[in-house]
């Protein structure tokens, strides 16, 4: 058998759940034994996106939240989604205003992702921004957040010491150490 070929042979599909955010789909068919087999798929109708805000000296903006599927609070980049047809750019400015304040004079894409690929569709991608120029935070209602500067070793610190464990997070900040390894920034 071909290695890119799917080994799943499914017969039919139902939507169990769906919401503004999320789809779930139920698919039935036979497993790559030739089984019976059941397949759940959560599909995600935004974009993950993530900013990791950057000024001059290396601190980096970390935001605090508490997450309700996790029933815990996390540190991570800035954070949102955006449409899956509309320019990632402009949801990456939104949110970063959005939760930080800021404004960024520079952007360039440091990370392109899939987030759990063994049940959802769910994609990413992380902007580094640069010649910030702190304003007004503007917060959706929904969330309550904390936002701290913080220099670029603690937010890699915070990384390997499992103080901030969002997928896009670390990898952005490991892209990010990588970046600065490599003479990149």
């Known amino acids: 058998m071909e290695q890119h070929q799917n080994p799943w042979r ?29 397949y759940g798929i959560v599909h995600f109708k935004n974009l993950a996106i993530g900013v990791v805000a950057m000024d001059e ?4 903006w970390l935001v605090g939240q508490y997450r309700v599927p996790l029933e815990a609070w996390s540190w ?3 954070e949102g989604g ?4 509309g320019d990632p750019l402009e949801s990456a400015i939104r949110e970063l205003l959005e939760e930080t304040g800021l ?3 520079s952007w360039r894409p440091i990370v392109r992702m899939h987030l759990s690929n063994s049940v959802s569709d769910e994609a990413g991608i992380v ?15 929904t ?25 896009l997070s670390v990898a952005a900040i490991q892209k990010i150490r990588l970046m600065m390894l490599e003479g990149e920034l």
């Open 10 to 38: 499914f017969e039919s599909a139902s939507v169990p759940y769906e919401n503004p955010w999320i789809r779930v789909t139920e698919r039935r068919g036979m497993n790559p034994s030739g089984n019976p087999g059941l």
């Open 57 to 60: 000296e290396q601190h980096i």
């Open 76 to 78: 991570e980049i800035c």
């Open 82 to 85: 955006g449409p899956l047809r």
């Open 103 to 105: 404004r960024a004079g």
């Open 127 to 141: 902007y580094l921004a640069q010649d910030l120029e702190q304003g007004e935070a503007e917060p959706e209602e």
């Open 143 to 167: 969330e309550q957040l904390i936002v701290k500067r913080v220099p670029f070793p603690e937010a890699y610190r915070m990384v390997r010491d499992f103080e901030i464990t969002d997928s």
